[in-house]
């Protein structure tokens, strides 16, 4: 791999129609396409080059994002003057990132490779013993950065990846954002308003865990509770001239109103279309 070749992918443990929600919510311009049981997204700009962040420091932030509010990983891999490495995020827990500099030398935290198992649901046994391998320099100190990177992916297979032609590690970002555009299934992510933004990202938390809570019957019953709770709380605290237990039941009654409103106004966006 050439030392000036600069590029990087983003990996989601998702169907493309998963991954599109919250890759819109970044405010940049994205080419998303299905990559096997997984999606991947390539930068259509490179705004490593305008800023302070290197590529590797670009697409772990984008991946943080993405992956807060989901159910599902984001693996961001990159490679950067010789240098290759990942990153993992997984709602709130903490990033787990690993690299290789341009000869195969590892660079990274020594439970990297077992969150990055235990994350991916990968075979804690065999998998693992093979991604423990790619931090040995001993193991075979003739593969360099960009090869521990390709032999990450091809593990990544057994998990259900399976990258489009030409996306793979080596390549420039222009040739990556090349076989994108020319990938089965491929589609552009691109910001288009605070309004599709909000919708976005209300589409993203009814699908995450929440969901249930947010919209649906469970979201019924929960705030048909709170209103039957809140309003004669409100009655009560009134009569007692006790402005504590006011407070309570006006936010109780509150909460449900707002929650019953808007399961209501978005089942009418959905009858809509």
Do not use: N
């Amino acid at each position: 791999m050439s030392r000036t070749v600069t590029g990087g992918l983003l990996l989601c443990r998702a169907e493309p129609r998963a991954a599109r929600r919250p890759a819109h919510l970044l405010r940049v311009r994205l080419l998303l396409a299905p990559a096997g049981e997984w999606s991947v997204l390539v930068p259509e700009d490179k705004p490593w080059l305008d800023g302070p962040g290197t590529v590797a420091d670009v697409l772990a932030g984008w991946g943080s994002a993405i992956a807060v509010g989901t159910d599902w990983p984001v693996l961001s891999l990159w490679w950067e003057g010789g240098r290759t490495g990942f990153a993992l995020s997984s709602g709130f827990r903490r990033t787990a990132a690993y690299a290789w500099d341009a000869a195969g030398r590892p660079a990274g935290e020594p439970d990297a490779m077992r969150a990055l198992s235990a994350r991916l649901g990968l075979d804690p046994v065999l998998d693992l013993a093979e991604l423990e391998r790619l931090t040995r320099t001993d193991a075979d100190p003739a593969v360099d950065g960009e090869g521990r990177l390709l032999a990450l992916i091809a593990l990544l297979t057994r998990a259900g990846l399976a990258l489009p032609a030409g996306l793979a590690p080596g390549e420039s970002a222009d040739r990556l954002r090349g076989a994108a555009r020319v990938a089965p299934g491929v589609e552009t992510v691109e910001w288009s308003g605070w309004r599709d933004a909000v919708r976005a990202e209300l589409d993203a938390v009814e699908e995450s865990p929440l969901g249930p809570w947010v919209r649906g019957p469970r979201a019924r019953l929960l705030g048909a509770a709170q209103v039957a709770a809140g309003a004669p709380l409100l009655a009560w605290a009134a009569h007692r001239r006790s402005p504590g237990w006011a407070a309570a039941g006006a936010v109780l009654l509150a909460q449900g109103a707002a929650s019953l409103a808007y399961d209501r106004a978005r089942a009418r966006q959905a009858e809509a279309g």
